[in-house]
Nanobody, 117 residues
Framework: QVHLVESGGGLVQAGGSLRLSCAAS????????MGWYRQAPGKQRELVAT???????NYADSVKGRFAISRDNANNTVYLQMSRLKPEDTAVYYC???????????WGQGTQVTVSS
């Protein structure tokens, strides 16, 4: 099993910045993908960014150039640096971990990010 602990959410003004952190513990495999997803009220959960164990990244078009995902493999921690935040970024942000063997996926508890105008 994998346990994910998130931190860093909160309230920020438009144009501001926040950094989210997610620490994974438990049965961590060397091959894995970690990432961030978000869900706004009444909306489907959507991908924000992912990063592989090798450092390959993928971003949603809506956050490219503003958000940066990174990871510290030694500490099994993934970060999401969010800059130039917009009110439309307001959502619950969820950390995600998945591995091919044993095939499984895990979610963090979610952290609220609110961007005020």
């Amino acid at each position: 099993q994998v346990h994910l602990v998130e931190s860093g959410g909160g309230l920020v003004q438009a144009g501001g910045s926040l950094r989210l952190s997610c620490a994974a513990s438990g049965s961590i495999g060397s091959l894995n993908v970690m990432g961030w997803y978000r869900q706004a009220p009444g909306k489907q959960r959507e991908l924000v960014a992912t990063i592989t164990n090798g450092g390959s990244t993928n971003y949603a078009d809506s956050v490219k150039g503003r958000f940066a995902i990174s990871r510290d493999n030694a500490n099994n921690t993934v970060y999401l640096q969010m800059s130039r935040l917009k009110p439309e970024d307001t959502a619950v942000y969820y950390c995600n971990y998945r591995r091919p063997f044993p095939p499984s996926g895990y979610w963090g508890q979610g952290t609220q990010v609110t961007v005020s105008s």
